[in-house]
């Protein structure tokens, strides 16, 4: 009978093995840490974006029921739009929603009323408080409103005379 002669060996990582995962590591987390910070800012531009076109989208809406309606003066409650709530100016353009008021010289409330108006269902929050998704203010009588979760300052700008939206991201 032969017997086994071999010793048992305790196998494992060297340290320098160790050593190199760690450093390729260390060179992988440094050049994705800075895409991932940056997929962060992509997606709340991409955010501001989406919201600025459907913003854009139902305020056109709001006019072409206007139009299509016949209308060619200021109206309360444009039916066709919406829950048929939404007010228009002269020319079209979406003014107010509760406050019954077809003048374009807005304020924060109007301004709150057009955008949930228009956007209606899954809209971002929006009020004149800085605990909402965008904060609602007058710059030179148009309705600003501010995106809050990345604290850059970008905006979206509505007009109630000509009906531009503008958006500015920082």
């Known amino acids: 009978m032969t017997g086994n002669n071999s010793t048992n060996k305790q196998q494992g990582f060297t340290l320098i093995e160790l050593v190199v995962v760690i450093a390729i590591l260390a060179i992988l987390a440094a050049f994705a840490l800075p895409r991932f910070a940056q997929l962060s800012e992509q997606a709340h531009q991409s955010s501001i974006r989406a919201t ?7 305020v056109a809406l709001a006019k072409t029921q206007w139009v299509s309606n016949g209308f060619t003066t ?7 739009f919406g829950n048929d709530d939404v007010d228009v100016s002269a020319d079209g353009w979406p003014t107010s929603v509760l406050s019954n008021d077809t003048g374009t010289a807005m304020n924060a409330t109007k301004c709150e009323e057009v955008w949930y108006g228009v956007l209606q269902s899954n809209a971002p929050t929006v009020s004149t408080s800085a605990q909402t998704e965008y904060t609602t203010s007058i710059i030179s009588g148009d309705c600003l409103f501010t995106y809050q979760p990345d604290d850059q300052g970008s905006t979206i700008a509505y007009d109630a005379d000509t009906g531009e939206i503008t958006t500015v991201i920082n």
């Not at 200021?74 to 039916?79: E, G, L, P």
């Open 52 to 58: 600025a076109g459907a913003l854009a989208a139902g």
């Open 74 to 80: 200021a109206q309360t409650n444009v039916v066709g």
